[in-house]
């Protein structure tokens, strides 16, 4: 089975740019969550998205926003990037909408921003 | 707001060391835990949870966790750790009624042979 994949795996950009992350659930699930990592803050968690809705998101501006398709792969768009922004973007899918369910992660995008 | 406090940021140990990693978490209702680990090159993976019942939690690879929910704690443990428990370690918390699983800051764990 395979399980969640990311793309890119590495992304370089500068200030101001925009950038579009992708993520593929494992086949069956419907929830795609996005989270961000950056050094020293942990994982903190950006959005939730379920059957192609947004059912929530954290404590991040609106420049971060994404959608989920009908096939459940999901998009993060990140605009007016700015260097805090760099950081390991991880996805993770679950069978059903609740959070209590086990994440399973994808290995993430690794994004620079110079 | 939840917030989850892992407080060793860098634990090292030698092989046959016992374990103990700390998480402390905000907040006033019913929780839902976990124990997330990151072995190097590999996805995040589920350790363990605990939602209800013996607050004694036993997980893969000889792991166990216990809830004092007095403490709000969840702190992770393992009698004597292998070099191949070197990894990153981190807590999560999800807030029963709510959407959201927040993760600590995580502990990275070195385990010399």
């Known amino acids: 089975e395979a399980g969640v994949t990311q793309s890119p795996t590495h992304l370089i950009k500068t200030r101001g740019q925009q950038v579009t992350l992708r993520c593929s659930p494992i086949?069956?699930?419907?929830?795609v969550y996005w989270y961000q990592q950056a050094l020293g803050l942990g994982l903190q968690f950006l959005l939730w998205?379920?059957?192609?809705?947004?059912?929530n998101r954290g404590n991040f501006p609106p420049r971060f926003s994404g959608r989920q398709f009908p096939n459940y792969s999901s998009e993060l768009n990140v605009n007016a990037l700015e260097l805090e922004d760099s950081a390991l973007y991880l996805c993770?899918?679950?069978?059903?909408?609740?959070?209590?369910?086990?994440?399973?992660f994808g290995s993430g995008t690794q994004l620079s921003v110079l | 707001a939840q917030s989850v406090s892992q407080h060793n940021h860098h634990v090292i140990l030698s092989e046959a060391a016992s374990l103990e990693l700390g998480c402390n978490y905000s907040?006033?209702?019913?929780?839902?835990l976990f124990w997330y680990v990151q072995y190097p090159g590999q996805h995040l993976q589920l350790l363990l949870k605990?939602?209800?019942?013996?607050?004694l939690v036993k997980g893969i690879k000889g792991f166990e966790a216990e809830f004092i929910k007095s403490k709000f704690s969840f702190n992770l443990r393992k009698p004597s750790v292998q070099w191949s428990d070197t990894a990153e370690y981190f807590c999560?918390?999800?807030?029963?009624?709510?959407?959201?699983?927040?993760f600590g800051t995580g502990t990275r764990l070195q385990v010399f042979p």
């Open positions: 086949s069956g699930h419907t929830s």
């Open positions: 998205y379920d059957e192609g809705e947004e059912r």
């Open positions: 907040y006033g209702g019913t929780v839902n």
């Open positions: 605990y939602f209800s019942g013996d607050p």
């Open positions: 993770a899918s679950s069978w059903t909408t609740g959070v209590g369910e086990k994440l399973f």
């Open positions: 999560a918390v999800n807030a029963k009624g709510t959407d959201k699983l927040i």
